[in-house]
């Protein structure tokens, strides 16, 4: 039945099955769609991604259905088990993990690393959760009448629907698989057509480790296999990871049977460098949050505002340290030193590479560009870019840009700055940078963001909610709160006994 597929992921180019149901593998086709996968850092074919058909979407989601009757009656500890086995699972294959976001994504060999560090942490941290009975047991609610007793509790929303984007493949699956778990919830996952192998490689961490058939199933292609999720009537809940315009039409999809929605979309961050900052830490910050994954984050740091007093200084070595980032293919020569990757497609260096053009077309000025090894030359790369001083409607200050390219501008006071940071209609994350406790205090109080960093690179910890305000998205992943977006909240009222 249909191409010859090859599911083992190492060795020569590979075809992936369009879908993985109940624990069997779909294969599409001939006549059906399917896509190139991309070593993003030599251009070169890798594999082939079969795409769904609406018939094998339908199949899946039943299948979540079919299979949540008895998953959502599982003990939470027997979940917590799982999901413990699939972080040791991970955690056993690290290494080939790692291997394939760097052949696919073309991820320098530490940010791979840190991307199935970050999914092993996510699993380990909802496992803990599971065990944790107070996290699931019936809460006592007090209420004014002694006679009456009043509970509150959580149920498991139902079938979710995972659609996911290509920048942190896995990572993004992560935190919305291990939750979605961990409430009881069964699901179907869309994975990004361009960085499918890892999820394949996840979906068979997820059976071995013993998850019963039917709990995770897989459903691959492009917007159009999202689009089918999202308008199924057997789906209870979405949870969406990618751009906003993508984002309004999950929610308008969403909206017909009032699916339950988590959105987390784009942004458009600040990194703020105060007068009394260190310089050097500055600017290591700056270009940690600017360019690492070549920029391609939603939560980028790509508006870095710096106070007047410091701004030559912080130029003169935010330009130094910029054209020493290393960016080369991974698995070259160099590849162990290298400090960035390249963008994930050659369609999205042209997005990026289109919008720089136009931004400067509209006036901004490049202060300075990073470099490029001749070894990048078949790959999607791009150099570092800085624009100094953009005026205020100008794209590159205003539009997410979604690749290497940061604007600096500065300003005079803390109030000018909050002010600054906040004029966007995103607001997912900010940076601080100040050695002034109290400043410090009133930045986390009055940046409009849903993650604020102080003195510190982007960390982030299963434990500490992912999400943002305004145009950023709607609800919040990792931590208690994510647990709970998968989950109905009922309360019981009745006599006492
Ligand atoms: P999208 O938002 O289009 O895609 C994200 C995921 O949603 C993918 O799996 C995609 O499928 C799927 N999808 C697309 N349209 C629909 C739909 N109508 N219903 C359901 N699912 C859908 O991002 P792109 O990949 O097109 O990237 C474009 C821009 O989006 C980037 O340049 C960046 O600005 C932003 N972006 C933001 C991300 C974030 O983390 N906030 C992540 C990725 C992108 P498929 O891609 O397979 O076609």
């Known amino acids: 039945m249909g191409r010859n597929t090859e599911q083992q992921i190492d060795g020569e180019a590979f075809v992936l099955p369009a879908a993985m149901i109940a624990g069997a593998t779909f294969c599409a086709a001939e006549s059906e769609v399917c896509s190139r996968i991309c ?256 920029g391609q984050m939603c939560s980028a740091t790509a508006r870095i505002l710096v106070h007047d007093n410091v701004y030559r200084k912080f130029m003169a070595a935010f330009e130094t340290a910029v054209r020493a980032v290393v960016v080369v293919p991974p698995q070259g020569a160099e590849g162990a030193d290298a400090a960035m990757g390249p963008l994930i497609s050659a369609a999205q260096h042209a997005r990026v590479a289109a919008l720089v053009e136009a931004g400067v077309e509209a006036g901004a000025q490049i202060a300075f560009t990073g470099q490029l090894d001749p070894a990048c030359a078949d790959g999607f790369f791009m150099a570092p870019v800085v624009i100094a001083e953009p005026a205020a409607d100008n794209m590159l200050w205003t539009d997410e840009i979604f690749g290497p390219v940061a604007c600096v501008k500065s300003f005079r006071s803390d109030d000018e700055a909050i002010a600054l940071a906040n004029d966007t209609r995103y607001g997912l994350v900010a940076t601080v940078v100040t050695n002034d406790e109290k400043a410090a205090r009133r930045y986390k109080v009055q940046l409009r963001a849903g993650l604020v960093w102080v003195n510190t690179p982007q960390l982030i910890f299963p434990q500490v909610c992912w999400g943002g305000f305004g145009l950023s998205g709607i609800g919040r992943e990792l931590g208690v709160a994510g647990l709970r977006s998968y989950q109905e909240l009922r309360h019981t009222v009745g006599m006492r006994a």
């Open 39 to 294: 070593n993003a850092a030599t251009g070169e074919t890798i594999g082939w991604q079969e795409h769904a058909t609406a018939e094998m979407v339908d199949r899946a989601v039943h299948a979540a259905h079919d299979a949540l009757i008895a998953w959502r009656h599982t003990t939470p500890a027997a979940r917590g088990k799982l999901l413990r086995k699939i972080a040791e699972l991970l955690e056993a294959d690290r290494a080939r993990l790692s291997a394939m976001q760097m052949q696919v994504s073309g991820k320098p060999p530490f940010e791979a690393d840190l991307d199935v560090s970050d999914a092993i942490a996510t699993f380990s941290y909802y496992a803990g959760l599971c065990e944790d009975a107070s996290v699931f047991a019936a809460e006592p609610v007090a209420l004014p009448d002694d006679a009456l007793l009043a509970e509150r509790m959580h149920e498991p929303v139902g079938v979710a629907a995972l659609i996911v984007p290509w920048n942190f493949p896995m990572v993004t699956t992560a935190w919305k698989l291990a939750p979605a778990l961990a409430a009881g919830c069964t699901v179907v996952i869309k994975p990004s057509e361009l960085t499918s192998p890892t999820e394949h490689m996840l979906a068979a961490i997820v059976s071995e480790a013993g998850v019963p058939d039917g709990v995770v199933n897989v459903v691959n292609g492009g917007g159009e296999v999202g689009a089918w999720l999202t308008t199924h009537p057997l789906v209870d809940k979405i949870s969406f990871t990618g751009s906003t315009a993508s984002g309004r039409k999950v929610m308008q999809a969403a909206a017909h049977d009032m699916k339950r929605l988590t959105l987390e979309l784009g942004g458009k961050s600040a990194l703020i460098v105060r007068e009394d900052a260190d310089v050097v830490q500055a600017v290591s910050l700056a270009v940690g949050g600017a360019f690492a994954n070549a």
